[in-house]
């Protein structure tokens, strides 16, 4: 399947979608749902339009912007600098390894009582909360990543002389970097969530704040229009960080999937016979013992 054709499905399942939320709200259906309490699409559109034009819209929006940026880059760099070091460090795991664990399944939303109580303002208290929320999914991508490192690649560095810092920067984290952009993936979403439910809780401005403002004051379009904006903005931000992660790692192989009809069969010799993945093994070779094979391996 070519990439335009790809790309038309997903509009083509969005259009479907937009079209299918109009259809229900605008000829009042309640099945179970009352789809007749939400607004149109037209209504969440004029009224996306209108929010737009004024400054508040994008004074919100560089608000969310700015604590989600300063929470997730923060929570990066400790996440993988503490993923790295409890993985390598026997004495770093046995300190730091209770105390996280324990930590760890706490909901970074249930410490905002924390966080207006330890920090002297709002903001930072926020920042606080979208750290700690993207920091535990980069932390054990991190150390998982670290740990399911061959040894051998090590001991290959360490071979031709090569000392810890250059076992680190070599092997360690660029190995590492697939496991770690996945923590990181993971980590922006959850650090979106929170930071919106933070933003309704104790927040003065920014999307989520906005979200629960026209909640309260029963403006449903403007509700959905924060919704639209919040998906909006965790779909780009995702998007961003798988691209760096494609770009950083492009040393990976990368496979595209073929089916299986389309794929091309080995022809098969005569006098071959066929494995159990059906690539065909020649005769001479079938017959020679597993020693005589491998021989070439540990000729000089």
Same mark, same amino acid.
């Given at each position: 399947? &070519?990439?335009?054709?790809?790309?038309?499905?997903?509009?083509?399942?969005?259009?479907?979608?937009?079209?299918?939320?109009?259809?229900? &709200?605008?000829?009042?259906? /309640?099945?179970? $749902?009352?789809?007749?309490?939400?607004?149109?699409?037209?209504?969440?559109?004029? *009224?996306?339009?209108?929010?737009?034009?004024?400054?508040?819209?994008? *004074?919100? =929006? *560089? /608000?969310?912007?700015?604590?989600?940026?300063?929470?997730?880059? $923060?929570?990066?760099?400790?996440?993988?600098?503490?993923?790295?070091?409890?993985?390598?460090?026997?004495?770093? @795991?046995?300190?730091?390894?209770?105390? =996280?664990?324990?930590?760890?399944?706490?909901?970074?939303?249930? $410490?905002?009582?924390?966080?207006?109580?330890?920090? !002297?303002?709002? @903001?930072?208290?926020?920042?606080?909360? *979208?750290?700690?929320?993207?920091?535990?999914?980069? =932390?054990?991508?991190?150390?998982?990543?670290?740990?399911?490192?061959?040894?051998?690649?090590?001991?290959?560095?360490?071979?031709?002389?090569?000392?810890?810092?250059?076992?680190?920067?070599?092997?360690? $984290?660029?190995?590492?970097?697939?496991?770690?952009?996945?923590?990181?993936?993971?980590?922006?979403?959850?650090?979106?969530?929170?930071?919106?439910?933070?933003?309704?809780?104790?927040?003065?401005?920014?999307?989520?704040?906005?979200?629960?403002?026209?909640?309260?004051?029963?403006?449903?379009?403007?509700?959905?229009?924060?919704?639209?904006?919040?998906?909006?903005?965790?779909?780009?931000?995702?998007?961003?960080?798988?691209?760096?992660?494609?770009? =950083?790692?492009?040393?990976?192989?990368?496979?595209?999937?073929?089916?299986?009809?389309?794929?091309?069969?080995?022809?098969?010799?005569?006098?071959?016979?066929?494995? !159990?993945?059906?690539?065909?093994?020649?005769? /001479?070779?079938?017959?020679? !013992?597993?020693?005589?094979?491998? @021989?070439?391996?540990?000729?000089?």
């Amino acid at each position: 399947m &070519t990439r335009p054709v790809r790309y038309a499905l997903r509009l083509v399942s969005l259009a479907v979608a937009l079209g299918l939320w109009q259809l229900l &709200t605008s000829r009042d259906i /309640d099945v179970w $749902l009352r789809f007749s309490q939400f607004p149109t699409v037209t209504d969440v559109a004029r *009224t996306f339009a209108d929010r737009l034009a004024g400054p508040d819209y994008w *004074t919100d =929006l *560089t /608000d969310s912007l700015t604590r989600i940026l300063s929470g997730f880059l $923060l929570a990066a760099v400790l996440g993988v600098a503490t993923g790295v070091l409890v993985a390598r460090s026997r004495l770093a @795991e046995d300190l730091l390894g209770p105390v =996280l664990e324990v930590v760890r399944p706490i909901p970074a939303i249930a $410490l905002v009582p924390v966080a207006i109580l330890l920090f !002297p303002s709002n @903001e930072q208290g926020i920042v606080f909360i *979208t750290c700690v929320a993207a920091f535990f999914p980069v =932390l054990v991508s991190t150390r998982h990543a670290v740990r399911a490192l061959a040894p051998v690649w090590e001991e290959a560095v360490r071979t031709m002389g090569g000392g810890r810092w250059r076992v680190l920067g070599s092997v360690v $984290l660029p190995g590492a970097l697939p496991g770690v952009f996945g923590g990181l993936s993971v980590g922006i979403g959850v650090s979106w969530i929170c930071v919106i439910s933070a933003e309704m809780i104790s927040g003065q401005y920014g999307v989520g704040y906005r979200t629960w403002q026209d909640y309260t004051v029963v403006d449903y379009p403007g509700v959905f229009v924060g919704m639209v904006t919040i998906g909006a903005l965790g779909w780009l931000t995702s998007t961003t960080v798988e691209l760096l992660g494609r770009r =950083l790692t492009h040393w990976l192989p990368r496979t595209s999937y073929v089916p299986t009809a389309a794929r091309p069969k080995p022809a098969r010799a005569a006098g071959a016979a066929v494995s !159990p993945a059906g690539a065909a093994v020649p005769e /001479d070779t079938r017959a020679q !013992p597993e020693e005589a094979r491998d @021989e070439h391996l540990v000729r000089d």
